[in-house]
């Protein structure tokens, strides 16, 4: 059964939200408080965070910021804001979507489907602080901006993910991208993974954090 975190600061919200996700075999773990919520998920588990905006204690935007410090738990902003800028900051922010009030049922349901479908490697989705790749439809998102790559730098990319913090010759990589390495140079691994450096950091990724050169022997992506 998937786990649903709700945070909304009117219990009327949450009661109502419950009443459309449970009879559809979600567990809902209603929260008034954002602090109560935060504490929850440094420890506990969830599939998907629905996240009002506009709260006293901290705004919906807050908590979206510390949720994405955290984890890459999917988030849907519950907004009565429809202006764009508003839409776009929660979305840089790291939410997966948003869903404005009043929201229809379906529309709703919807969504969580779509989020948890583009959230779930059984599907061909792999996930890492806003990336967002499809290994069957070769796709690659940040921040719901799609980043154009060529085949080569696709499977370099989900081999990384794939196999974060173990670092990879160049030998090894010619092998699995390549299938040939006698014929192919060491320079090409270095090409293709500087053009997919320069591309993800066009895109606004922090790709210098995460995908390093270990000097003499090749590459490796960490947390």
């Known amino acids: 059964m998937k786990k649903i975190v709700l945070i909304d600061d009117e219990q009327r919200m949450l009661d109502l939200l419950a009443l459309y996700l449970v009879p559809r075999g979600y567990n809902c ?4 408080s954002p602090l109560s919520a935060l504490a929850y998920l440094e420890t506990g588990k969830a599939d998907l965070v629905i996240l009002d905006v506009m709260m006293p204690e901290m705004d919906g935007w807050e908590v979206c910021g510390e949720i994405r410090r955290r ?5 849907i902003m519950l907004t009565a804001r429809t ?10 922010i790291g939410a997966d979507d948003y869903i404005s009030k009043p929201f229809d049922e379906e529309e709703l349901l919807a969504r969580i489907e779509a989020v948890l479908r583009r959230k779930n490697p059984e599907n061909g989705w792999l996930t890492f602080h806003g990336l967002e790749l499809n290994q069957t439809s070769f796709e690659l998102y940040y ?3 799609p980043i154009s790559l060529t085949p080569k730098e696709f499977a370099l990319l989900g081999i990384f993910l794939q196999n974060r913090n173990k670092v990879f010759t160049r030998d090894h990589l010619l092998s699995i991208v390549w299938g040939f390495a006698a014929s192919t140079e060491d320079r090409t691994v270095d090409s293709h993974v500087r053009n997919l450096r320069d ?3 066009k895109a606004g990724f922090p790709i210098d954090s995460h995908l390093s050169t270990v000097w003499g022997v090749g590459y490796k992506w960490t947390e």
């Open 71 to 75: 984890s890459d738990t999917p988030i």
């Open 29 to 32: 773990l209603k929260y008034t």
């Open 199 to 201: 591309k993800l950091r």
């Open 143 to 145: 921040k719901k901006r």
């Open 83 to 92: 202006q764009k800028a508003d839409i776009v900051k929660g979305l840089k």
